[in-house]
């Protein structure tokens, strides 16, 4: 579990007392809107504070990936390269002829 799930958790926790208090403590039909209303606030913010994090974490995970993607191309294109000049590297003590 994510550190940041605590602040949902800890949320979740405050909006369940908030909502028993009100269904206590209020008098009137709005008061008990408005606590509710402030008991779902106390759950939802932080919930979507912590996705919103995770789909930006997330984002830069996929950038990262495709980059080392393309890294990885680049590099075993380069192994390519080098072992097919050193396979076709001449012999020493000859000179390679320029054809023209």
Known sequence: MKP???????GCVVGTFTL???FFTATSAPQQG?????A???AVIPYCFVRALDLWDAAGEKELHKI????ATHTRLLATLANTAI???PESGT???SEG
């Open 4 to 10: 940041t799930y605590i602040l949902v958790i800890l």
């Open 20 to 22: 028993i208090d009100t």
């Open 34 to 38: 408005a606590g509710a209303a402030l």
């Open 40 to 42: 779902v606030a106390f």
């Open 68 to 71: 080392n993607e393309t890294l």
């Open 87 to 89: 396979e076709t590297k």
């Open 95 to 97: 000179q390679p002829t």
